[in-house]
């Protein structure tokens, strides 16, 4: 957990005014307190992978555990003369009262599976919507787009730049958070490190460099002042020509005083050429203990190719196409009402769209994962109804939900619940682990998954599959809709 309060707003209003209208109009028509279920899940994955990363869960539950209203935000709401004042009452005396399951922080998700689901009374479940979305789609996209880039790196230390570009200070903070879950060795964001104990980096900007008569004056003030932690920025003037030249010589004055540089950053340029230059140079000096950082607008792809290519990159520093998920800036999660209680009886709901992907799954559900048991790997998840238990002891069959002719029948497997008690009766039962053992969570559980699943294009299509219990239900409920 965040040892840090970075801030003290009350974000209790931070929602879509509909949920007041709504809850409002409930309440007017004596459903207010109808036990609702709702699933939070999303349809597509960014850029076109197979899967995202779950980020964002320990915002949702710091909301959660703070929601109240403010006599301003009561004074608000009234002078909108929209809501009547048994309404305003209740917001005034509010106390979060839900039930809330979810997948832990850094497991690997799949669209249309629910990352999160609320039970509770209707205006309560309503109201708190877009915090859930807007919590867990943003740290879910950075966490998903950092693990492309750390997979791309091989192993090669990634670093989080992007804080400058990021949309305002929340999205720099949180997203140097998820993009630790997803793999970053750390980030330029000194109140993330404050925040979440991610580890600070930084070395100097080119003001630095231009601050001083020379490159090599500056170079040697730098390493004056951090001869244990020196990394010098080299492309200010010219990386081959001046900048590699005057920080060999300024390392090789560190050497002389029982120090040891640590490395050079390359900002600019031609990334494959340059470092294979730079490498030959320090080599050549006796300095192959130094090591090469490449930054300036960089992502898989570009990380991927220089590779490739043979660049002698030792680590990389990623800014804006990290932060921003610049390549696909929005994570389309959304919140959707699956049942309704009546008289303790569960009555599923469903939504019908024209748009296959829109159809929801109907009623309360469980999760589960499916792992072989010889290899480890995850084999395909499940959905069932809730009171369904998949018996990992017999043979399971599962299928391909869109192409219902591809069967398979699964042994020596074990079944996994995925999602974990958060909030029972608006009481927090969860402990957020702490952020490092998030990220290791993360690691070992994208272990599980085969290499095809995780690949940039063309990924494996991993099965998400429905009960047989679930799916007749859904298709019962598909064909008496239509047939209204």
Same mark, same amino acid.
């Given at each position: 957990m965040s040892n840090l309060n970075l801030d003290n707003r009350n974000l209790t209003m931070l929602v879509d005014?509909?949920?007041?209208?709504?809850?409002?109009?409930?309440?007017?028509?004596?459903?207010?307190?109808?036990?609702?279920?709702?699933?939070?899940?999303?349809?597509?994955?960014?850029? #076109?992978?197979?899967?995202?990363?779950?980020?964002?869960? *320990?915002?949702?539950?710091? %909301? +959660?555990? @703070?929601?109240? &209203? =403010?006599?301003?935000?009561? #004074?608000?709401?009234?002078?909108?003369?929209?809501?009547? *004042?048994?309404?305003?009452? %209740? +917001?005034? @005396?509010?106390? &979060? =009262?839900?039930?809330?399951?979810?997948?832990?922080?850094?497991?690997?998700?799949?669209?249309?599976?629910?990352?999160?689901?609320?039970?509770?009374?209707?205006?309560?479940?309503?109201?708190?919507?877009?915090?859930?979305?807007?919590?867990?789609?943003?740290?879910?996209?950075?966490?998903?787009?950092?693990?492309?880039?750390?997979?791309?790196?091989?192993?090669?230390?990634?670093m989080e730049f992007g804080s400058r570009r990021a949309q305002g200070y929340d999205g720099a903070i949180l997203g140097a958070r998820a993009s630790y879950i997803g793999g970053v060795a750390g980030t330029a964001c000194a109140i993330a490190d404050r925040a979440f104990r991610i580890p600070a980096l930084g070395t100097m900007a080119h003001s630095f460099v231009q601050m001083f008569g020379s490159e090599l004056d500056a170079f040697r003030a730098y390493a004056k002042v951090y001869p244990d932690d020196c990394t010098l920025l080299v492309d200010t003037y010219n990386v081959l020509h001046s900048g590699i030249p005057n920080a060999i010589t300024v390392f090789k004055e560190l050497e002389a005083q029982g120090h040891k540089g640590k490395g050079i950053r390359i900002d600019s340029g031609d990334m494959a050429y340059l470092s294979k230059k730079a490498r030959k140079m320090l080599d050549a000096a006796g300095l192959d203990y130094i090591g090469i950082v490449a930054s300036n607008s960089l992502d898989e792809y570009i990380i991927r190719d220089l590779i490739m290519q043979g660049a002698q990159i030792n680590s990389f520093g990623v800014g804006e196409r990290l932060v921003t998920s610049k390549s696909e800036p929005v994570f389309g999660g959304v919140y959707k009402l699956a049942a309704v209680e009546e008289n303790g009886e569960i009555i599923p709901k469903i939504k019908i769209?024209?748009?296959?992907?829109?159809?929801?799954?109907?009623?309360?559900?469980?999760?589960?994962?499916?792992?072989?048991?010889?290899?480890?790997?995850?084999?395909?998840?499940?959905?069932?109804?809730?009171?369904?238990?998949?018996?990992?002891?017999?043979?399971?069959?599962?299928?391909?939900?869109?192409?219902?002719?591809?069967?398979?029948?699964?042994?020596?497997?074990?079944a996994k619940k995925l999602q974990v008690p958060v909030f029972a009766d608006g009481e927090c039962v969860y402990q957020s682990p702490e952020l490092p053992e998030i990220q290791a969570y993360c690691k070992d559980q994208l272990e599980t998954l085969w290499e095809e699943v995780k690949r940039f294009e063309n990924p494996q299509t991993y099965f998400v599959d429905l009960s047989q219990k679930l799916w007749d239900l859904k298709h019962a409920m598909l064909n008496m809709k239509f047939n209204q």
């Open positions: 005014f509909y949920e007041l209208t709504m809850g409002n109009g409930f309440l007017e028509n004596g459903c207010g307190e109808k036990i609702a279920y709702f699933d939070m899940f999303y349809r597509k994955a960014p850029d #076109n992978a197979a899967y995202a990363i779950a980020a964002g869960l *320990e915002q949702v539950i710091k %909301y +959660l555990k @703070n929601l109240s &209203f =403010s006599e301003e935000d009561i #004074n608000y709401l009234r002078s909108k003369n929209l809501f009547c *004042e048994k309404f305003l009452e %209740y +917001l005034r @005396n509010f106390k &979060f =009262s839900c039930d809330v399951w979810a997948v832990p922080e850094g497991t690997p998700v799949f669209p249309c599976e629910p990352i999160l689901t609320v039970r509770g009374p209707a205006m309560q479940a309503q109201l708190i919507e877009t915090m859930i979305l807007l919590s867990i789609n943003h740290q879910s996209l950075i966490a998903t787009k950092a693990n492309r880039i750390v997979t791309a790196a091989q192993g090669r230390p990634v769209s024209e748009n296959i992907i829109k159809i929801t799954n109907p009623s309360f559900k469980t999760l589960w994962r499916l792992y072989d048991n010889e290899s480890g790997k995850a084999i395909a998840d499940v959905l069932t109804l809730h009171d369904e238990v998949i018996d990992d002891t017999q043979p399971y069959e599962i299928f391909d939900p869109v192409h219902t002719y591809k069967r398979k029948t699964v042994t020596n497997f074990t």
